[in-house]
């Protein structure tokens, strides 16, 4: 048994390292602690349809590289980036074989804490919902994760950076050019 700190005090360096032995439960753990992380990503860059496989994926590849895991960089942006290269593998496929991401029936449209949205409210929320995840499919690969891990991950530009090869001012350029694809795509939301 691996000799480390109570579940609540467990850092993701300690859990990596008991993964890096073998520990199946520390796996266990390390995996509820960031699939919430991993799915969100995937199904935000793929659609939901196929979020929970390619996570499935994600952790298998962490649990066969975790002996070679080494603690330079913070365990988050070391797992993004593992996330990040099976994303783009299942991206270039679908674009070969021009499938487009798969969107479940059940997704729920954002809503407002307390409201009750009228109908047509609720029509049009689903429609900006519908055109915000079309408009993001559009984007190039980096630019999309760049955007998924910033605005709905809440990562740092120097992580963003490090997850995806690159410097900060490329993260930033990628940004702006993602955010303008954006408003342009969504212009006819935006003016009403």
Not at 56 to 84: C, D, G, H
Not at 133 to 146: H, I, S
Request: charged share 30%.
């Amino acid at each position: 048994m691996t000799d480390y700190p109570p579940e609540s005090d467990e850092s993701d360096d300690v859990l990596m390292r008991a993964v890096a032995t073998g520990d199946q439960q520390a796996f266990r753990r390390f995996v509820e602690r960031h699939q919430s992380l991993v799915i969100g990503t995937v199904a935000r860059m793929l659609g939901a349809g196929d979020a929970e496989d390619i996570a499935q994926q994600v952790f298998l590849n962490v649990w066969k590289s975790a002996p070679r895991w080494r603690p330079e960089a913070k365990v988050t942006t070391w797992l993004m980036t593992i996330t990040k290269r099976l994303v783009f593998n299942e991206s270039r496929r679908r674009s070969r074989s021009r499938i487009l991401p798969r969107q479940r029936e059940d997704d729920p449209s954002p809503e407002i804490p307390g409201a009750t949205p009228s109908p047509d409210r609720e029509i049009l929320e689903r429609e900006l919902h519908e055109a915000i995840g079309t408009a993001m499919t559009l984007l190039p690969a980096k630019e999309r994760m760049a955007v998924v891990l910033r605005r709905y991950e809440g990562m740092a530009y120097e992580e963003i950076a490090s997850v995806l090869g690159t410097t900060v001012p490329a993260v930033k350029s990628l940004l702006f050019r993602a955010r303008n694809t954006l408003r342009e795509k969504l212009g006819p939301y935006l003016k009403g």
